[in-house]
C-alpha cells in the first residue's frame, strides 16, 4: 500500500522568483528615493538663491549697491564684485563676510539698514552660495557652458552637487538671475 503524503513548503523555483521580485522593487524604490533627494537637494538650492537674491534686492534699494560695491542693475566688466566659495575657489570673500554687506557691514555701504539676512545658509551639498557679477547664462537664465551665445549676467547661485567652481558654469549650477 502508497500512502500519498500531500508536500507543503515552497520549491526552489517559487522561491528565486519571489527573490528576484522582491529585489526588482527594491531597486526601483532606491532609485525612487535617490531622484526625490536629489530634486528635494535643488529646489531647497533653488529656493535658498531666491531668499539671498531678495536679501541682496534689500541691501540695493538702502545702498545703490549690491555686494562688492556693483552698481545696482548693471553687470560688472570683472569678477571684482564677486563672492565665492572659500573652499571650491579660494576667493577672497564669502557672501557671510561683512564686506557682502547682508549679515553685517565693513562701512562701505552708506545707507546700510541690515540685517538682511540672520545668516547664509550653506547649499544642501554643505558649500557656500555665491554671488557673480559677472556670469554667463543663455537667453533662457540657465548657466551657459561655453557654447556660444552666453549674455553677462548678475546671480545668486550653487554650484550644485558636483562643486565645481568659479567661472566654469556648469548646467548643474542652481542659479537665480538678479539682472542681465
Known sequence: MVINKKQS???????????????????LGIVAARYALN?????????????????????GNDTGSWP?????NSVAAD???????????????????????????DGSYIGWDGLYMPSLPNDPWGEQYFFDGNYQVKSDNTPCAGAGGC?????????????QGHNSYEEDDIIFVLYK
Do not use: M, W
Not at 528576484?20 to 522593487?25: D, K, S, Y
Not at 529646489?43 to 534686492?57: F, P
Open 151 to 163: 549674455l553677462p549676467a548678475v546671480v545668486v547661485g550653487s554650484y550644485g552637487p558636483n562643486k
Open 9 to 27: 513548503g515552497f520549491t526552489l523555483i517559487e522561491l528565486l522568483a519571489v527573490i528576484g521580485i522582491i529585489t526588482v522593487l527594491s531597486t
Open 79 to 105: 569678477d571684482s564684485a564677486d563672492f565665492c566659495v572659500y573652499t571650491v575657489d579660494n576667493c577672497l570673500h564669502a557672501l557671510s563676510d561683512n564686506e557682502a554687506g547682508l549679515i553685517g557691514t
Open 39 to 59: 530634486n528635494a537637494k535643488d529646489k531647497k538650492a533653488g529656493y535658498d538663491c531666491v531668499a539671498i537674491a531678495r536679501a541682496i534686492q534689500f541691501l
Open 68 to 72: 562688492g560695491g556693483l552698481d545696482v
